[in-house]
T-cell receptor, first 115, second 113 residues
Framework: NAGVTQTPKFQVLKTGQSMTLQCAQD?????MYWYRQDPGMGLRLIYY???????DKGEVPNGYNVSRLNKREFSLRLESAAPSQTSVYFC??????????????FGPGTRLTVL | LAKTTQPISMDSYEGQEVNITCSHN???????ITWYQQFPSQGPRFIIQ???TKVTNEVASLFIPADRKSSTLSLPRVSLSDTAVYYC??????????????FGTGTQLKVEL
């Protein structure tokens, strides 16, 4: 049981390049999330997927797109990277099938630098 | 969406009890209070969650007064390994979705010898 996995762990892009961050979970969770964390800051929600086949914007969606490929996988795409998108990106999943619990399980993060 | 306010930082020594208080004045009836811990270069990790009164697990205790406008995370006998950022979140866990959960800047706890 690997939990939440993310690839790649590190990435350097040039302004204008595109890339996709991959996330997968093996806990059969319904909901998945993408956050970004800038130095000294808390996490900000980019997009989330409440269930397979649905996605919705979070707090800072501009410049990103997402795909909920299946129940396990949730990818984040940067179509034209900008230096302002330099950050650490975390994927998380949550089992919304259980009321009164809100445990989100986080991946190890992807450290992205845009030059 | 209930906003939370926490101290930016706290210092402690090994073996002491640490209490971190979070204010959430506009908490809604369906909202739960959840605390996460984050070490450098890692994703946050769930510590404890509660709705009212007191909750205790093997890691921490969570105290919530009757009006639920604040909560206190209590870490007994901290060690150096408890040095981390602690986040208080308030959100409705019953309806699902992610946009009801907001991570603030958290509280940086530093434990020294």
């Amino acid at each position: 049981n690997a939990g939440v996995t993310q690839t790649p762990k590190f990435q350097v892009l040039k302004t204008g390049q595109s890339m996709t961050l991959q996330c997968a979970q093996d806990m059969n969770h319904n909901s998945m999330y993408w956050y970004r964390q800038d130095p000294g800051m808390g996490l900000r929600l980019i997009y989330y997927s409440a269930s397979e086949g649905t996605t919705d914007k979070g707090e800072v969606p501009n410049g990103y797109n997402v795909s909920r490929l299946n129940k396990r996988e949730f990818s984040l795409r940067l179509e034209s990277a900008a230096p302002s998108q330099t950050s650490v990106y975390f994927c998380a999943s949550r089992d919304t099938g259980r009321p009164s619990t809100d445990t989100q399980y986080f991946g190890p993060g992807t450290r992205l630098t845009v030059l | 969406l209930a906003k939370t306010t926490q101290p930016i930082s706290m210092d402690s020594y090994e073996g002491q009890e640490v209490n971190i208080t979070c204010s959430h004045n506009n908490i809604a009836t369906n909202d739960y209070i959840t605390w996460y811990q984050q070490f450098p270069s890692q994703g946050p990790r769930f510590i404890i969650q509660g709705y009212k009164t007191k909750v205790t697990n093997e890691v921490a205790s969570l105290f919530i007064p009757a009006d639920r406008k604040s909560s206190t995370l209590s870490l007994p006998r901290v060690s150096l390994s408890d040095t981390a950022v602690y986040y208080c979140l308030v959100g409705d866990t019953l309806t699902g979705g992610g946009n009801k959960l907001t991570f603030g800047t958290g509280t940086q706890l530093k434990v020294e010898l």
